[in-house]
């Protein structure tokens, strides 16, 4: 399993290839590409490479799926015995990435797999395995 631990937005995110985070907005349109150079950690099926603080050559590319607004708080602040109360409340703003390489030193670590829609196996349909109304209704009339 490839994983990695990037910097974005102010924040730390562990992120794998083939899944979407929201982080900070970004200032790119949707369906844009996004690098991201400020690579904390990478792990490759066991080998690891810790940068101090940055990991040398690691690039971690996404696609901007959608732009949203995250779930709202309220912030509510009093001050007893004063009669001073605020409440106010917030919503912040958000870009939905899909991961889809991890490199180290120009070689893609993990990729993420392009799954196409798997169709299911058709069950194989025998005479013997479940009898039909029209193989009822021929054996009643013999």
């Known amino acids: ?3 990695a631990i990037v910097e974005t937005g102010g924040k730390q995110l562990r992120v794998e290839p083939g899944r979407f985070y929201d982080v900070e907005r970004l200032p790119v349109d949707e369906a844009g590409s996004v690098t991201i150079d400020r ?3 990478v792990e490759h099926n066991g080998e690891i490479s810790v940068g101090q603080p940055l990991v040398a050559g690691a ?3 996404g696609t901007v799926m959608r ?5 709202k708080i309220i912030v509510y602040k009093m001050r007893p015995k004063k ?3 605020k409440k106010q409340g917030h919503r912040q703003e958000l870009t939905r990435l899909m991961i889809d390489a991890i490199t180290l030193n120009g070689q893609v670590l993990g990729e993420a797999a392009a ?3 798997e169709t299911e196996p058709e069950a194989e349909t025998t005479s013997e395995a479940a009898p039909t109304a029209e193989s009822t209704i021929a054996a009643d009339a013999e």
């Open 1 to 3: 399993m490839t994983y």
């Open 39 to 41: 690579v904390l950690f």
């Open 59 to 61: 690039t971690v590319e």
């Open 67 to 71: 732009h949203l607004r995250g779930r």
């Open 83 to 85: 009669k001073t109360r």
């Open 115 to 117: 799954t196409a829609p």
